[in-house]
């Protein structure tokens, strides 16, 4: 057994700290990481030389069983497709189609019934894929190990370990489940996708205090994460639904799929739609039985005025300006996973995004160099070498030399591929290289002319790196890494010429931590000069070195991220950050992207795990900015959005994320750096990782749901209006002036042929300057009922009116109906310019903006030549040829009505304005 580490001052109590518990789960985790790395081996019983032995395996693995994520439960197929048809515009689609089979009208009620299955795949498929972040965080911590047993190497999945399994690690390897490290030689981590930590976490075996926050465990190494550099070896401590990846496991299970803003109004408009028919069609049955008119025949009539109110063409029309909503986001670099996520976003009030990859490159950018007592700003970002170091001039003395230094004391690689700048190895290494050949130094060219002599790799414990080169007849090893190491063996420095001056050591340490206060990662870079033959083990580590320079860098902001930071604030929607990185990072960053404003804090995980609910409710109105934030923090600070009436739209690309991501009203992953489980946990996927993006998405959910707002102002008329000329003939006494069928016909192509072109409105000017609707608004506010109420009485009006006139002229009944049945569909069309906007004229947005409006109305005049004029037609709907005269009566008609809506939107317009 190892020697013991040595435990330090304040570790000594490990809440939740069982003793040897192999027979029963603990009553809560294991805080591990304070405990001794021979004690967690003792409390697990295991050897760090030896391993478990074969039996102690097959035993513990029938306790705990395998090392996998259990899958949670969820609906089969079938369920989740019979609740398609539970959601209440599918009802009223259904009673539409019950209703027209008890008429006899087998074709139609096929059609109806048609449109309903056919929404209800599109649903189905949709959800599908919904489902399964739970399988993908499975498959993301399957893979293979090496792991001592019984005494000796062995190669095994991932799934077969159990804990006290010693693991073995090395560069390029995933971790398989949570270990407490015991050994560690230059070993570094990448833990962005469960701590959102932008660079690697080198990784120790010491002890650490109980209250270590999870991104500081360095002491650990967590399932799915994965080792960047070095060797390393820990006993296994969780595996499977124990991990912490499978407590965000549990997270998503526990999350539930929330309804839309969309789904929550149309749910509410349908529900008050279906009253309203069925108190109309009663009160329409009862009437006519007052007047002594026959049960049947007024039954008939009632199912006629149904058959008239109900919108058929609605959920058709909600479900294809969404797919066309989805297809336009495609283009702009949105995939949308589920339908109604598309309108979500133009609800969205508040933003939450992830830092790292989302608002910032996810690759870092040397900013700053300070080199002969000047600091050099250096322009560009990301790993493409565009940019300059200072203004352009000569890079030279100290400044050549701390370029130079980074890149031969440098283990990365940079490399291009498919137009894409990449690096291989340390992000920061990388960082190094990319600022070196914005200066004309190419690392490929500078490494064979200064080939590598000896090295001395990076240590946690060192905290620097150190390389041998011969240059120019000169032994020079170069250093790089943290400045509290090597400033203090420092007695002299390179001025801007490249001469040794005497140390300025307070005007450096005041650059390093100006730097660090604008949220730079500061590297030191110093040499030494060694003898001709000598070697790094060779030079005492007291040696005194001279100090070359500082380099300052960041994963810096996407310049398209803070011009769309900006523009969400204009259109009215706030931007959080949410991040694991460290708070004055965080805060540097979201300064640059326009988040926060100077004077304003930031709240780290720490602190708001001290928050109540009601408190953390109160915190998150006024704080923008939350760093080191764990992944159940995000889902708590989600929630408390939520519960303030607020919608919420989360960004993240690991698998802290997904929990969050689920939980939110739209959660937004990433396409490039996501992990699996993001993507799947997520409604929308953003193809090029961009906050931009999520601005653009913004705009089109904003368009669709004015194009969804407009169908229902369009065909909300046509509905009332027949239900009005029912009831209008019922109170007369009168015939019906449009059959059933007939009704039928109308709502059937209208909604088809004219209302479903309002799909394709190019978005309105302005949308990004409005402010997003309160979550409780309706979906059609006061002014939009009266304008359903003014159109439904102008039709009622027009149809009745013209078919009574021509009865008087003793025209037939199919000649009066005919005429009654044009006005609604020639009405509908003109309304249809009227709908295009719902503030402007057609006039001021264009005629000709949208063609599918003419292709629309230039298909239902051919349809309505055919019913009038054809034999077949006329026999199957009831209908007659009509004449020039009464042609003119019907777009006279038309005409007035389209005059009577545009002065009353301009006036409705003008008031407002006011």
């Not at 349908?270 to 039954?299: D, K, Q």
């Not at 870092?364 to 700003?377: D, F, K, N, S």
């Not at 030549?865 to 037609?873: D, E, F, S, W």
Request: aromatic residues 6%.
């Amino acid at each position: 057994m190892l020697a013991a580490i040595g435990m330090p001052r304040g570790a000594e109590v490990c809440a939740g700290v069982p003793g040897n518990r192999m027979s029963e789960e603990p009553a809560q985790p294991t805080a591990w990481h304070c405990l001794p790395a021979d004690e967690a081996a003792t409390r697990l019983t295991a050897s760090f030389e030896e391993g478990l032995a074969d039996d102690e395996v097959a035993s513990r693995r029938a306790q705990h069983g395998e090392n996998r994520i259990t899958p949670r439960p969820g609906k089969g197929p079938l369920l989740r497709f019979a609740l398609q048809f539970v959601q209440p515009l599918v009802v009223v689609l259904l009673l539409a189609g019950v209703v027209t089979a008890i008429l006899g009208e087998w074709v139609d009620s096929g059609v109806i019934f048609g449109v309903t299955l056919i929404n209800a795949a599109i649903g189905f498929i949709q959800e599908g894929r919904a489902a399964n972040a739970l399988e993908a965080l499975a498959r993301s911590v399957t893979s293979e190990v090496t792991v001592l047993r019984g005494g000796g190497k062995q190669r095994l999945p991932s799934t077969a370990l159990v804990p006290g399994d010693v693991v073995l690690l090395a560069a390029g390897d995933k971790v398989p489940a949570d270990l407490r490290l015991f050994r560690a030689k230059d070993l570094q981590a990448i833990e962005s996708a469960l701590t959102g930590e932008s660079v690697p976490v080198p990784k120790h075996g010491d002890v650490l205090p109980q209250d270590t926050l999870l991104a500081e465990r360095c002491n650990m190494a967590y399932a799915g994460t994965s080792m960047i550099s070095g060797q390393g070896a820990g006993v296994v401590v969780a595996t499977g639904d124990h991990t912490e990846t499978g407590r965000i496991s549990q997270l998503i299970a526990e999350s539930p799929d929330l309804t839309t803003p969309l789904t929550r109004r149309m749910a509410v408009f349908s529900n008050w739609l279906l009253m309203a028919i069925g108190l109309l069609a009663a009160l329409t049955f009862a009437v006519g039985l007052w007047r002594g008119e026959s049960a049947f025949a007024m039954f008939m009539a009632a199912v006629a005025l149904a058959v008239g109110a109900i919108p058929e063409g609605l959920p058709a029309a909600m479900t294809i300006t969404l797919a066309i909503g989805v297809s336009r986001m495609a283009r702009r670099r949105a995939i949308i996973r589920k339908l109604p996520a598309v309108e979500t976003l133009g609800s969205t009030t508040v933003i939450c995004s992830d830092k790292t990859g989302t608002l910032t490159e996810n690759q870092m950018t040397v900013r700053e160099i300070y080199a002969g007592g000047v600091r050099t700003t250096v322009s560009g970002s990301g790993y493409a070498p565009s940019g300059k170091i200072g203004e352009g001039h000569d890079v030279i003395g100290a400044l050549r030399e701390c370029l130079l230094a980074g890149v031969l004391c440098n283990d990365a690689g940079l490399s291009r591929s498919n137009r894409h700048w990449e690096v291989v190895g340390d992000p920061t290494e990388g960082a190094l290289l990319v600022a070196a050949r914005k200066a004309g130094l190419d690392e490929r060219t500078l490494q064979k002319l200064f080939p590598r002599l000896d090295e001395i790799p990076f240590d946690s414990a060192r905290q620097y790196m150190a390389t041998l080169h011969e240059i120019e007849g000169v032994r020079l090893a170069y250093f790089k890494g943290a400045l509290e190491q090597l400033l203090p063996r420092s007695t002299s420095m390179l001025d801007g010429n490249g001469l040794a001056v005497p140390l300025r050591r307070e005007e450096i340490e005041m650059s390093a931590r100006s730097m660090a206060a604008e949220g730079l990662r500061v590297l030191a870079v110093a040499r030494l000069t060694a003898g001709s033959t000598m070697s790094l083990d060779a030079i005492n580590a007291d040696a005194s070195l001279q100090f070359v320079g500082l380099m300052g860098m960041v994963d810096p902001p996407r310049p398209k991220a803070i011009a769309a930071v900006r523009t969400c604030h204009g259109a009215g929607i706030r931007v959080k950050m949410i991040t694991g990185d460290h708070a004055i990072t965080a805060l540097s960053i979201a300064r640059q992207a326009g988040i926060a404003k100077v004077g304003e804090t930031v709240l780290t995980g720490r602190e708001l795990a001290l928050l109540d609910d009601e408190g953390l409710r109160g915190v998150v109105r006024k704080v923008n900015v939350f760093a080191r934030v764990e992944p159940a923090q995000k889902l708590r600070l989600v929630r408390a959005l939520q519960a303030n009436g607020e919608v919420v739209a989360m960004t993240g690309d690991g698998v802290n994320d997904a929990p969050a991501l689920k939980q939110a009203d739209i959660g937004i992953a990433m396409g490039l750096a996501g992990t699996e489980v993001a993507k799947d946990a997520a409604d929308m996927v953003l193809t090029d990782d961009d906050f931009a993006a999520i601005e653009a998405a913004v705009e089109e959910g904003r368009g669709v749901y004015d194009n969804l707002v407009k169908f229902i102002t369009w065909t909300l008329p046509t509905n009332f209006g027949e239900g009005l000329v029912i009831v209008a003939a019922i109170l007369a006494g009168a015939t019906l002036p449009i059959t059933p069928l007939q009704i039928l016909w109308i709502n059937m192509t209208t909604a088809v042929f004219l209302g479903l072109m309002l799909a394709f409105e190019p978005i309105e000017h302005g949308v990004m300057r409005r402010s997003p609707r309160p979550p409780g608004t309706p979906i059609l506010d006061a002014a939009l009922v009266w304008r359903i109420v003014l159109v439904s009485v102008l039709l009622l009006a027009g149809s009745f009116g013209l078919f009574l006139r021509e009865l008087a002229q003793g025209q037939s009944l199919a000649e009066a109906r005919t005429v009654a049945l044009n006005v609604f569909v020639v009405v509908q069309a003109m309304y249809l310019f009227n709908c295009r906007s719902l503030t402007l004229s057609a006039l001021r947005i264009g005629l000709f903006s949208n063609p599918a409006i003419w292709y629309g109305v230039l298909t239902m005049a051919l349809l309505q030549a055919m019913l009038t004029y054809l034999p077949l037609m006329n026999r199957l709907f009831g209908t007659a040829p009509i004449g020039g005269s009464e042609w003119l009566e019907i777009f006279a008609v038309s005409v007035l009505a389209y005059l009577v809506v545009g002065i009353e939107k301009r006036l409705r317009v003008a008031a407002a304005s006011r």
